[in-house]
Protein backbone atom coordinates (compact mmCIF):
# COMPACT_ATOMS: atom_id res chain seq x y z
CA UNK A 1 0.00 0.00 0.00
CA UNK A 2 1.84 2.96 -1.24
CA UNK A 3 1.95 6.18 0.30
CA UNK A 4 -0.89 5.77 2.58
CA UNK A 5 0.38 7.95 5.23
CA UNK A 6 0.13 10.58 2.37
CA UNK A 7 -3.19 9.68 1.22
CA UNK A 8 -4.52 9.67 4.55
CA UNK A 9 -3.09 12.94 5.15
CA UNK A 10 -4.70 14.04 1.77
CA UNK A 11 -8.19 12.98 2.85
CA UNK A 12 -8.26 15.28 6.45
CA UNK A 13 -6.88 18.00 4.70
CA UNK A 14 -9.44 17.70 1.68
CA UNK A 15 -12.47 17.21 4.35
CA UNK A 16 -11.21 19.71 6.62
CA UNK A 17 -12.02 22.62 3.29
CA UNK A 18 -15.72 21.00 3.91
CA UNK A 19 -15.21 18.68 0.72
CA UNK A 20 -16.74 15.31 0.61
CA UNK A 21 -14.76 12.19 -0.01
CA UNK A 22 -16.11 9.07 -0.67
CA UNK A 23 -15.83 5.76 -2.78
CA UNK A 24 -18.13 2.87 -3.63
CA UNK A 25 -17.97 -0.50 -2.23
CA UNK A 26 -16.73 -1.92 -5.31
CA UNK A 27 -13.74 -0.29 -5.24
CA UNK A 28 -13.30 -1.29 -1.60
CA UNK A 29 -13.55 -4.70 -2.84
CA UNK A 30 -10.38 -4.19 -5.67
CA UNK A 31 -9.08 -2.79 -2.75
CA UNK A 32 -9.45 -5.87 -0.69
CA UNK A 33 -8.13 -7.78 -3.63
CA UNK A 34 -5.29 -6.18 -3.56
CA UNK A 35 -4.67 -6.71 0.36
CA UNK A 36 -4.57 -10.42 -0.57
CA UNK A 37 -1.20 -10.40 -1.75
CA UNK A 38 0.46 -8.05 0.57
CA UNK A 39 3.07 -9.59 2.93
CA UNK A 40 0.83 -8.24 5.84
CA UNK A 41 -2.49 -8.64 5.91
CA UNK A 42 -4.32 -7.88 9.06
CA UNK A 43 -1.81 -4.84 9.22
CA UNK A 44 -2.78 -3.62 5.55
CA UNK A 45 -6.42 -4.17 6.39
CA UNK A 46 -6.25 -2.69 9.72
CA UNK A 47 -4.99 1.10 7.39
CA UNK A 48 -7.37 0.34 5.17
CA UNK A 49 -10.23 0.53 7.65
CA UNK A 50 -8.73 3.57 9.81
CA UNK A 51 -8.80 5.72 5.62
CA UNK A 52 -12.21 4.42 5.39
CA UNK A 53 -13.21 5.73 8.25
CA UNK A 54 -12.76 9.21 6.47
CA UNK A 55 -14.79 8.38 3.77
CA UNK A 56 -18.40 7.96 3.07
CA UNK A 57 -19.07 4.88 0.95
CA UNK A 58 -21.64 5.85 -1.25
CA UNK A 59 -24.07 3.63 -2.76
CA UNK A 60 -24.75 3.19 -6.50
CA UNK A 61 -28.13 3.42 -7.67
CA UNK A 62 -30.45 3.77 -10.71
CA UNK A 63 -28.49 7.17 -12.18
CA UNK A 64 -25.31 5.77 -11.70
CA UNK A 65 -26.22 2.65 -13.58
CA UNK A 66 -27.75 4.94 -16.33
CA UNK A 67 -24.38 6.75 -16.65
CA UNK A 68 -22.89 3.37 -16.98
CA UNK A 69 -24.46 2.32 -19.61
CA UNK A 70 -23.22 5.69 -21.25
CA UNK A 71 -19.67 5.48 -20.12
CA UNK A 72 -19.06 2.48 -21.35
CA UNK A 73 -20.64 2.30 -24.67
CA UNK A 74 -18.46 6.11 -25.28
CA UNK A 75 -15.41 3.79 -24.77
CA UNK A 76 -16.29 0.79 -26.45
CA UNK A 77 -17.08 3.38 -29.25
CA UNK A 78 -13.67 4.76 -28.97
CA UNK A 79 -12.62 1.12 -28.88
CA UNK A 80 -11.05 1.35 -25.37
CA UNK A 81 -11.70 -1.17 -22.31
CA UNK A 82 -11.97 -0.52 -18.66
CA UNK A 83 -13.20 -2.66 -16.06
CA UNK A 84 -16.53 -2.67 -14.56
CA UNK A 85 -15.23 -1.41 -11.50
CA UNK A 86 -13.18 1.49 -12.71
CA UNK A 87 -16.35 2.08 -15.07
CA UNK A 88 -19.45 1.95 -11.88
CA UNK A 89 -16.37 4.78 -10.65
CA UNK A 90 -16.16 6.87 -13.67
CA UNK A 91 -20.20 7.13 -14.00
CA UNK A 92 -20.62 7.70 -10.46
CA UNK A 93 -18.09 10.66 -10.35
CA UNK A 94 -19.59 12.19 -13.60
CA UNK A 95 -23.06 11.92 -11.61
CA UNK A 96 -21.79 13.61 -8.38
CA UNK A 97 -19.71 16.15 -10.47
CA UNK A 98 -16.98 14.72 -8.61
CA UNK A 99 -12.65 13.66 -9.22
CA UNK A 100 -11.21 10.56 -9.15
CA UNK A 101 -8.29 10.08 -7.10
CA UNK A 102 -6.44 7.28 -9.36
CA UNK A 103 -2.81 6.37 -11.15
CA UNK A 104 -4.08 4.71 -13.73
CA UNK A 105 -4.28 6.27 -17.20
CA UNK A 106 -6.86 4.40 -18.56
CA UNK A 107 -9.39 6.77 -17.24
CA UNK A 108 -8.44 9.61 -19.73
CA UNK A 109 -10.47 7.86 -21.99
CA UNK A 110 -13.68 8.96 -19.98
CA UNK A 111 -15.28 12.16 -21.58
CA UNK A 112 -15.76 14.82 -18.89
CA UNK A 113 -14.24 13.05 -15.98
CA UNK A 114 -11.71 14.82 -13.59
CA UNK A 115 -9.02 12.72 -12.40
CA UNK A 116 -6.20 13.34 -9.51
CA UNK A 117 -2.88 11.02 -8.58
CA UNK A 118 -2.33 11.84 -5.29
CA UNK A 119 0.82 9.74 -5.19
CA UNK A 120 2.58 12.18 -7.50
CA UNK A 121 3.97 14.89 -5.60
CA UNK A 122 2.26 18.48 -4.88
Not at 59 to 68: F, G, K, L
Not at 91 to 105: L, P
Amino acid sequence: MRDIIGVRRRILAIRKTGARVGTCMPVICELEAGLQRTRDLALNRSILREILREVRIWPIDYTIACEYGLVYVQLRDKGRVLSQVDIMLAAMSRVMDATVTTTDRGFEAVENLRTENWLEPQ
